[in-house]
């Protein structure tokens, strides 16, 4: 293929600039010393110490983490499970599951949240006047709802790799004496990783930059970050939002960047190797 | 091993919290406030015409930028090297990563009468400049609270969902098959024509399905950057159930249409392809 | 990849311990209490003071007007211990009985509060509430951005002051403005009458007078000067005159809105008579005062009214003359019928 010229860099670049202008707007004004989101009127830390003495914030930020990480890992392990059930199953069902697994993912995420809040509201008015509970949204419908649209995703990471499975090598761990538990985690298992661990990573990204189906399923007590930036964007504005948003953005560029450099020095060590052997032959 | 009854907590899972919520949603659908069964709900919807008009007209807009920008993006990254392209792909996630909310709301200290854009062209004097040759009296462009701004509070959202499915489509062809049309004497731009663009449709598709759906649904970004002037599909299902006007039956009434004319949308355009079911591997 | 793994578990787990550092601290022996109200209406250091006296921890969240509320409280799944309505609103929700009676001997110090708020149109055995604040509806412009005085409703149609005005966002506040330009009641049950009000909004979002329907968002837009004209409440002008001094307050020549916002508890609160402590301690005087202060509203409560600053209890803005509350009408609840053609006419003028 031809390689990229001048213009076609150019173009690359401007589309990284826009996509990143208000990014870099947000943290610049970060730091503002005055309340203006738009006039630097010089530099000051005050909006991050706010942000850490501000409860509602923080409570949003930890319901959120603890949201996340919670239903992405159910998801994963739910979804593996699922993924390798479905690769056994009969082509017709197989589809029929597959055609329920999209809708999540194809569904607009505003009917996503409407049903299940009227699943929810049902629900609980149904338990609530039988059982004379006091049931309401909250922490438990936020979790049942990251989970229900996390594990199409972790699906939609592990099935290919299980199809990609060398289907003889199973087999060849049974006849060498492992056991079915023994030989899934030794020998399959590894070879999901990728799969699994990658699916492990979507589901994350789509729980924590989920607005629309916590409003819908939160509650009143429970809230997430984005559903605090959304009242606060309504009301009256506050650069602690900018501040949040940096910190946000600054851990999660570590963590990339440090992905990012683990994956490519792996790469240089088995490309090595790769050499090595050819080399030795 | 591959014990098919490892899916069934699974299967159950999704029938309660996927197909029956569905199912509460046409059955509400059809309900009135008092209970009985009615068609009242679609016939109130008939006022609200102008709405599902705007809101598909200006999904469309920002899904057609979206493949505008995000096709030749995803097309020159896949032509990088290695390192380069892991990089660039880590750095169109990178946004996804921060709440879509946080990125929206910055458009709007951008897009302010007082904000970024308009204060910078103030200060070199872009206005002064427009008011002496077009003798006009501008002191801002009015950009917030415009559909424009929520056009453009799409594309920003959903570019990344545009540009990535592609870019995974393209990275995977096959450089040989290239080669072989090459060897087979066809210049550069039939080259792009008869095989890249065919080969590359299944991504279009993943990625019209991605910004689509979203753009025509969402509400957060009418209601930040539309001021109350505009009022999309997403506002409207949200009043109804959360907002002023509490309906749920109206509400789930219109979502159906929504859903229906969506998935009218989606049949339809994926006869024009038949490539793989919507497989977003990142 | 295992390593990575780990390393985001780490991470995150990082990151939750970080969060939870702030405020596990705290302990709260008495329970909760689950607070809704409106936006920049109160003094949050009062909360963390009701925190510490009494030990009941307080999860205190904003809502943006009457309706949104009303549907908060009727799709259920949600449960508020006190919640902060507007007078038509209040009678609505007793007359659906949505609210529960209170027991004033958890509440003192109602008697603090002025005869005039006593037994009101809108809870006339006052049994469901404690009113909290009080005030009125009306314009307020920059005057370094409009160069003539304001004194009519007028101004919001006037096609000089296009894209400069914000228009309050919700149906009874706006289309009863325009109700009251073109001089009928804000409670009118006349169809047409409404109908003719709205019309009149559409007009003026046709002609791009408009420049957007907010409410809290009014803060910063007038205070920045994105805006020229805004319609909103007196208290909260008093809020936005101490960030930008240019700003004036108006109510209109042809009337305006006199409102009162009142603490009630919704019927089935799981935390009663915490709600009903709240509401008490709203009503001492040094949290009446310190709230006063903060938002600018007017009180109900007299010992407050004593202890305020003279600039403020003279202040025309907050405790306006006779002469103009006569001028001023306050919502009262509308039959059903006429509230959902509000929700139409609203919906009309929206889309």
Request: aromatic share 12%; with cysteine.
């Amino acid at each position: 293929m031809k390689k990229n010229g001048f213009g076609s860099r150019f173009f690359m670049v401007l589309v990284f600039l826009f996509l990143y202008a208000p990014i870099f707007v947000l943290i610049v004004f970060s730091f503002n010393a005055t309340k203006s989101r738009s006039v630097w009127a010089g530099f000051s830390l005050q909006w991050y110490v706010k942000l850490f003495s501000d409860a509602t914030i923080m409570d949003a930020l930890r319901t959120t983490l603890l949201v996340s990480a919670v239903a992405s890992v159910i998801a994963c392990i739910a979804g593996t499970a699922a993924a390798i059930g479905i690769s056994a199953m009969r082509r017709r069902s197989r589809n029929i599951v597959m055609s329920v697994n999209n809708i999540p993912l194809t569904n607009a995420d505003i009917v996503t949240g409407v049903s299940l809040s009227l699943l929810f509201v049902l629900a609980i008015n149904i338990f609530n006047q039988t059982l004379g509970t006091r049931w309401e949204l909250g922490f438990w419908t936020l979790l049942i709802a990251h989970v229900t649209f996390d594990i199409p995703y972790v699906i939609l990471s592990v099935l290919p790799r299980i199809r990609q499975l060398d289907p003889n090598i199973y087999e060849a761990a049974e006849d060498l004496g492992a056991t079915g538990p023994v030989a899934f985690r030794r020998v399959i298992l590894p070879d999901l990783m990728p799969g699994i661990v990658n699916g492990l990573l979507v589901a994350f990204t789509m729980s924590i930059d989920d607005f629309v189906i916590s409003y819908f399923t939160a509650g009143s007590k429970v809230s997430t970050l984005a559903m605090e930036v959304y009242a606060m964007a309504r009301r009256k504005i506050s650069p602690e939002i900018n501040a949040i948003s940096t910190l946000l953005f600054a851990s999660v560029l570590v963590l990339l960047v440090f992905i990012n450099i683990r994956q490519s020095r792996q790469d240089r060590l088995a490309n090595r190797e790769k050499s090595v052997v050819s080399i030795q032959k | 091993m591959k014990n098919r009854w490892l899916a069934v907590p699974y299967v159950v899972w999704m029938a309660v919290f996927v197909v029956v919520p569905l199912i509460l949603v046409v059955l509400y659908a059809f309900t009135s406030r008092d209970g009985g069964f009615t068609l009242s709900n679609f016939s109130t919807m008939a006022e609200y015409l102008v709405v599902f008009g705007r809101s598909f007209f200006l999904a469309l807009i920002a899904t057609l930028v979206c493949i505008l920008i995000g096709y030749p993006l995803a097309y020159y990254l896949a032509r990088e090297g290695e390192s380069m392209r892991r990089m660039a792909t880590m750095l169109i996630m990178l946004p996804m990563w921060m709440n879509f909310l946080l990125r929206t709301y910055s458009w709007m200290s951008i897009l302010e009468n007082t904000g970024l854009l308009n204060t910078f062209f103030q200060k070199i004097g872009l206005f002064s400049l427009i008011n002496g040759i077009f003798g006009t009296d501008i002191t801002f462009f009015h950009m917030i609270n415009t559909e424009g701004a929520i056009v453009l509070g799409m594309v920003y959202n959903f570019l990344p969902f545009m540009v990535l499915p592609i870019y995974t489509v393209i990275e995977k062809i096959d450089y040989r098959i290239i080669e072989a049309a090459q060897d087979l004497g066809a210049n550069f731009r039939q080259v792009f024509q008869k095989v890249i663009l065919p080969l590359s449709l299944p991504g279009v598709l993943s990625g019209i399905t991605m910004v689509f759906v979203p753009a025509v649904s969402t509400f957060a970004i009418p209601r930040l950057l539309g001021g109350g002037m505009v009022t999309m599909l997403g506002d409207l299902i949200e009043a109804q159930f959360m907002g002023s006007a509490y309906n749920p039956y109206l509400g789930s009434a219109i979502s159906l249409v929504m859903m229906l004319i969506v998935l009218i949308c989606m049949a339809v355009m994926n006869r024009f392809g038949e490539g793989e079911e919507g497989a977003v591997v990142l | 990849m295992k390593r990575i793994f780990s390393l985001l578990l780490a991470v995150m787990m990082v990151s939750l311990l970080l969060t939870g550092c702030g405020d596990s601290a705290a302990q709260y022996p008495n329970g909760e209490v689950n607070v809704l109200n409106w936006g920049e209406y109160i003094d949050e250091d009062v909360l963390t003071q009701f925190e510490s006296e009494t030990g009941i921890k307080v999860n205190y969240k904003t809502c943006s007007d009457n309706e949104t509320l009303y549907s908060t409280l009727s799709g259920g799944g949600s449960d508020y211990d006190v919640i902060v309505p507007s007078d038509y609103m209040i009678s609505r929700l007793i007359d659906e009985g949505m609210l529960e009676k209170l027991d004033f001997s958890n509440i003192p110090n109602f008697s603090d509060i002025d005869e005039n708020f006593v037994k009101p149109a809108y809870d006339p055995t006052n049994e469901y509430s404690v009113p909290y604040m009080w005030g009125t509806v009306g314009i307020i412009y920059n005057t370094s951005m409009v160069k003539d005085e304001i004194t009519s409703w007028g101004a919001l149609f006037d096609k000089k002051y296009a894209g400069q005005v914000l228009m309050i966002n919700n149906p009874r506040d706006a289309i009863g403005l325009a109700l009251k330009y073109l001089g009928y009641s804000y409670n009118t049950t006349d169809k047409s009458q409404i109908q003719k009000a709205t019309d009149l909004l559409i007009q003026q979002k046709k002609d791009g007078i408009v420049q957007a329907y907010v409410m809290d968002e009014i803060f910063d837009k007038m205070e920045g000067g994105e805006a020229a004209i805004g319609v909103y409440y007196a208290g909260d002008y008093l809020t936005m005159l101490e960030n930008n001094p240019d700003l004036a307050f108006v109510v209109p020549t042809e009337g305006s809105n006199y409102f009162v916002d009142a603490m009630c508890i919704p019927k089935g609160a799981s935390n009663k008579t915490n709600g009903e402590k709240f509401i008490n301690f709203m009503c001492t005087t040094d949290v009446g005062l310190a709230n006063c202060e903060a938002i600018g509203y007017s009180t109900p409560l007299k010992s407050v009214k004593k202890a305020l600053d003279p600039s403020i209890s003279g202040n025309p803005v907050a405790y306006p003359s006779d002469e103009v509350l006569a001028k001023c009408e306050q919502f009262i609840n509308l039959p059903q019928d006429i509230l959902e053609f509000y929700d139409s006419e609203w919906l009309r003028l929206k889309v």
